[in-house]
């Protein structure tokens, strides 16, 4: 199995998720990132990559949608205190 092209598109071979930086390759295969890679070389070092012959989409992304306002509690100043043990003009 080789990482297949969607509209000219080169897509993740472990998650199917479009390579929009330039892709990371290994073994001639496209990943959109390390963490992707990663997970196919440890299945291939331990003779799993069965696992991609499992489905269509196998390493299927289940990353969640952040919310813009996820960090914004960071921007308190009381909370800010608490985090950081060091802070200067630069």
Avoid: W
Avoid at 3 to 24: D, K, R
């Amino acid at each position: 199995m080789h990482t297949a092209t969607v509209h000219n598109q080169l897509v993740c071979f472990h998650c199917g998720e479009p390579c929009t930086t330039a892709p990371i390759t290994t073994d001639e295969k496209h990943f959109c990132c390390e963490g992707c890679k990663m997970v196919y070389q440890l299945l291939n070092r331990n003779g799993l990559c069965n696992y991609y012959s499992l489905n269509d989409a196998p390493g299927i992304n289940q990353r969640i949608a952040v919310r813009n306002n996820k960090f914004a509690f960071l921007d308190d100043a009381a909370i800010n205190r608490q985090l950081i043990s060091f802070s200067d003009d630069t």
